[in-house]
């Protein structure tokens, strides 16, 4: 009996130990495979900020090249040509992403240029992407990426041909520009070695690289390879997710590179997409690091155990006992080492939510002493931002799970509210009763507050605050499929200052960025808090009103604005007199689509100009 008792007794040791053995590998296994996930969405969303960032500067840029194609068509003619390339030179100088500026005549050849060495090169579009159609022109067609410095020293990079590394020269733009039927096509050299450097500058070498594709995923230019541009991008994977989506992510893989985890974003008004690939190894290198320490605690663990189990094994009852006892002590002490030293503030309250402990961590967080919190309610903390819905929400979860996280809005000892990654994790008895609640958080508030002045950057001018194209075509496209989907109207207007150039030259561009503030101010105090008033660049503002009953409203909005326009402004010791000519366009009566009704609204503007400015025009087609 004393043998059978000894044996049954061995057999179920062994056998907790190898369950232990195998719960702690499940554990560490998933573990282990959470943080890889969260690793791969972290890099995925830094591929695709940077795709983000890249796209809205290039295509700020190619705006750029299209309103100077709009600005010559509206002062250039066959007289004009040495006059066009002196404008062309000045505007080179503030343009360092700019090789030269041309101006080609209807055959393609070029007739005047910033670079009189282009004059009489002639321009094959042949490859020029998209191609032209005689009956709709496009207004920017990019070309295959050059060697050379320009067109009168360059030649087209030829795809089967591997490119040195410093033979990537320049990518031709063609813009054509249009004002009263005239229209101008300018052959713009973009800077290649400008962008790789500002692309270097965002994304080092060493963390990955960027590419610009045309739609047809010809490279133009890259930080990587440098013998890419001109070639067909060879990447599989990337040609099958972009022709499901304009934004997407995949893991990237091409022949002779390291893997990379890649994020593209295309231009929604111009033919090209902006692919950021982070190298694989160095984005899991921290991920790889922690598992390895992990797996190396778990075997340390795992070890120690299998000691302990044949301490276990051949002691007697009683010194097991006390081995177990101080065991349990040392972890005592461990845990105890922890909870005062660990960064994030940790709060132990009972099932009543009464506090019983917290660590130095939550008085640096909140400013409450530990004897202040100790007793009282977990409420002290609540700031009054949540509903009661949000703590059915949390108290559901625990229910549930017996853990909740997420973000939450507390409020510190001096009523300043805070914004906190918080986790709430519920200890139970053997029974499944619950005890006690383990809630730690951690002060995210000034991340949060450098995301949102991120995010306010890209959508928003520098210089009135106001949103900018991008932000204003994102409204426009919801407006418009508000109005399609209710059957309601829209309405788009467009103007500029007709006299803001004189006070740019006589009173200096501090004045007429200030007047510019001003008349931002002005207008916003007169139309509806539900419309957008966006600023394009230069004195060009347009307003979105996305819900109109009829058209004569957008007409009374438009005298609104004339009016508040035409009182004079007061600059510094300056009375400046200012008229604006406004340009009305609607939907569906005009277009349809965001870019036509934009194009009807500027054609009606400068109609109203044209008609001594000081007025407003509904687009006539």
């Not at 068509?73 to 992403?97: C, G, I, N, T, Y």
Request: glycine content about 8%; charged content about 20%.
């Amino acid at each position: 009996m004393t043998l059978r008792r000894a044996l049954s007794a061995n057999i179920v040791f062994i056998t907790l130990v190898v369950l232990a053995t195998l719960a702690a590998g499940s554990g560490t296994v998933y573990v282990i495979q959470r943080q890889r996930k969260a690793a791969f969405a972290e890099t995925f969303n830094h591929a695709a900020f940077y795709s983000r960032t890249f796209e809205s500067h290039l295509t700020g840029i190619l705006e750029t090249g299209q309103r100077l194609a709009d600005s010559i068509a509206a002062v250039s003619h066959e007289r004009d040509l040495e006059k066009v390339a002196e404008l062309f030179q000045r505007a080179l100088r503030q343009a360092p992403f700019l090789r030269s500026l041309s101006m080609t005549d209807a055959t393609g050849r070029i007739v005047a240029s910033s670079n009189s060495g282009n004059v009489g090169h002639l321009v094959d579009v042949a490859e020029y992407f998209p191609s032209a159609f005689p009956s709709i022109p496009p207004q920017v067609r990019i070309g295959q990426p050059w060697t050379g410095r320009d067109f009168d020293e360059g030649a087209p990079a030829v795809p089967e041909q591997v490119q040195p590394a410093a033979g990537l020269g320049f990518v031709p733009v063609l813009c054509r520009g249009e004002y009263q039927g005239r229209e101008v096509q300018l052959a713009v050299a973009f800077n290649a070695d400008y962008f790789v450097n500002f692309f270097s500058q965002w994304l080092p070498a060493e963390e990955g690289y960027v590419e610009v594709l045309r739609y047809d995923r010809i490279v133009l230019l890259t930080s990587g390879d440098p013998s890419n541009p001109g070639k067909l991008h060879p990447d599989r994977q990337l040609a099958q997710t972009l022709r499901e989506a304009e934004i997407g992510r995949y893991q990237g893989q091409q022949e002779g590179l390291a893997a990379t985890f890649a994020a593209f974003r295309a231009s929604r008004q111009y033919p090209f997409l902006v692919v950021t690939h982070l190298h694989r190894e160095r984005a899991l290198a921290n991920w790889r690091q922690e598992s390895g320490r992990l797996v190396l605690l778990v075997g340390l663990a795992l070890a120690g155990l299998l000691y302990l189990a044949t301490v276990l094994y051949r002691r007697e009852r009683r010194m097991a006992a006390e081995r177990e006892a101080v065991r349990r002590r040392e972890y005592e002490r461990l845990a105890a080492t922890v909870f005062e030293t660990v960064l994030e503030a940790v709060v132990v309250t009972d099932t009543e939510q009464r506090i019983i402990a917290v660590n130095p961590a939550f008085t640096r967080i909140t400013g409450y002493l530990a004897e202040e919190a100790v007793g009282a309610d977990f409420s002290l903390l609540a700031s009054g931002y949540h509903s009661e819905a949000f703590y059915q929400g949390v108290q559901q979860s625990l229910a549930t799970w017996g853990r909740w996280e997420g973000e939450v809005r507390n409020r510190r000892k001096t009523g300043e509210i805070f914004v906190a990654w918080q986790s709430i994790n519920q200890v139970r008895d053997d029974a499944g009763q619950g005890l006690y609640l383990v809630t730690g958080f951690s002060d995210i508030t000034e991340y949060c507050a450098e995301a949102d002045r991120i995010a306010h950057l890209a959508h928003h001018d520098l210089l009135t605050g106001l949103p900018n194209r991008a932000l204003l075509l994102d409204r426009l496209e919801q407006g418009l499929h508000r109005a399609h989907r209710e059957g309601g109207q829209l309405a788009l207007l467009y103007f500029d200052l007709d006299k803001f150039k004189p006070v740019n030259d006589t009173l200096g561009h501090t004045v007429g960025d200030r007047l510019l503030q001003a008349l931002a101010e002005r207008v916003l105090g007169v139309v509806r808090s539900s419309d957008t008033l966006a600023r394009l660049g230069g004195d060009e503002f347009v307003v979105l009103l996305p819900v109109i009953k009829r058209s004569r409203a957008a007409m009374v909005v438009a005298e609104k604005i004339r009016q508040a326009v035409a009182q004079p402004f007061q600059i510094e010791a300056h009375r400046i007199d200012v008229t604006a000519s406004i340009g009305i366009a609607l939907y569906s009566d005009h277009a349809s689509k965001a870019e036509g009704l934009m194009q009807c609204a500027d054609k009606a503007m400068y109609l109203a100009k044209a008609q001594g400015g000081n007025r407003f025009e509904m687009y006539q087609s």
